[in-house]
């Protein structure tokens, strides 16, 4: 059984003759601003130490009773939260801030967006009392007619609305969990369905033909090639740093990481090919001088001059991987794993089945002819 922590008011005198009243929390409490364990917690209210006539003993008496007045409060609160109760007070707080604050802790650019929309829809301001299932459904329908924050003629797709309304609802379930919601929304909304669009990729000959066309940028051409081989997403090659390419006894040398936008550990062994790529061994990034930039229309310019006619992004090389993979491959969890797909990351956590069955396959996917 939980034990309920006890608000006690007490006083502490003060080098300067004055008394500070403060409240002790016994057992102590988790502050929810710092999530570290507190004791002790000071009011900002100050008696006279020695009062010297009934004005100022008059004022003890009534600050006393203030702090006594305010111990009860905070001991509602305590219990409130003891029993998964909601303070009202926090109902008047900022979702908004709450909102941006989360977001910008996140690698992933989504939830940046995924905010902005959000602050736009409601005009800049939004308390979580004002948090409902109406409103939510509202910012739904927002979502699936909005434009880009960018591009600002063109309409979300609707897998972007998806994308970004499926944040907020995960948003909406901490918040809940925390306690800082009153209803648990997020049960009651409707995902936003994604549709299957068609993921382009090259073919073998075709990537053989990218391999060979000549790139204005020689880094950009060694990080697509190594995304082609490798699979990594754009955000795993553009951190991409030497430290993360290591000899494995058995094996041979692997990319070693954990991944930027699923945080998984991968081993993902390295071909000739992919070897040639990376060069000599030095310090720091592998991809030196890779940036997003680059993957625009210097991008776009070798694809064309490369004559496929394809909408190839960079993305689009990680997609050539699995898919040349799985065709090779007669192990399809050999390929998710290496990929890293957090499906089947429980089931293969502790083998080390992928790293040894990808040589199987390594060296299978070519930049060269024949």
Not at 91 to 105: G, I, P
Not at 129 to 136: A, K, P, Q, Y
Not at 141 to 148: C, E, F, G, H, I
Request: charged content about 25%; overall charge positive; glycine content about 4%.
């Amino acid at each position: 059984m939980d034990i309920c922590t006890k608000v006690a008011l007490r006083q502490r005198l003060l080098e300067s003759g004055k008394i500070t009243l403060y409240f002790d929390y016994y057992p102590p409490i988790r502050n929810p601003k710092t999530n570290k364990m507190q004791r002790h917690e000071y009011l900002g209210i100050y008696l006279y130490g020695n009062p010297t006539n009934k004005v100022q003993r008059d004022f003890n008496q009534a600050m006393l009773e203030k702090g006594e007045l305010l111990r009860c409060r905070r001991q509602e609160q305590v219990i409130n939260r003891q029993f998964g109760f909601i303070d009202h007070s926090q109902q008047k707080e900022d979702f908004l801030a709450y909102y941006e604050e989360y977001a910008k802790r996140q690698s992933n650019t989504k939830w940046r967006i995924s905010y902005k929309h959000f602050q736009i829809f409601t005009g800049g301001k939004c308390t979580f009392g004002e948090i409902t299932l109406d409103l939510c459904n509202k910012f739904r329908d927002y979502l699936l007619n909005a434009k880009q924050l960018k591009h600002t003629k063109k309409k979300l797709s609707k897998n972007a609305a998806s994308g970004y309304f499926s944040t907020f609802r995960a948003l909406l379930k901490k918040a809940y969990k925390e306690k800082l919601l009153t209803e648990n929304v997020n049960d009651f909304l409707e995902y936003i369905e994604w549709d299957d669009v068609v993921k382009e990729f090259l073919n073998q000959d075709e990537l053989i033909r990218l391999a060979q066309t000549p790139c204005d940028s020689d880094v950009l051409r060694r990080a697509s090639l190594f995304s082609c081989l490798t699979g990594l997403r754009f955000s795993d090659i553009l951190n991409l740093d030497w430290k993360n390419i290591q000899e494995i006894a058995g094996i041979g040398l692997c990319v070693v990481i954990k991944t930027q936008k699923t945080k998984t550990a991968a081993t993902l062994p390295l071909c000739e090919d992919a070897i040639e790529l990376i060069g000599e061994r030095k310090t720091g990034k592998v991809f030196p001088g890779f940036k997003k930039t680059l993957t625009a229309k210097p991008l776009a310019d070798w694809i064309k001059a490369a004559n496929i006619d394809k909408h190839i992004t960079f993305h689009c090389f990680r997609h050539t991987y699995a898919t040349l993979q799985m065709a090779m491959s007669s192990n399809p969890y050999v390929v998710s794993q290496a990929l890293t797909h957090k499906n089947l990351e429980t089931t293969l956590r502790y083998t080390h089945e992928v790293p040894t069955a990808l040589l199987e396959t390594l060296g299978k996917i070519k930049i060269k002819p024949k």
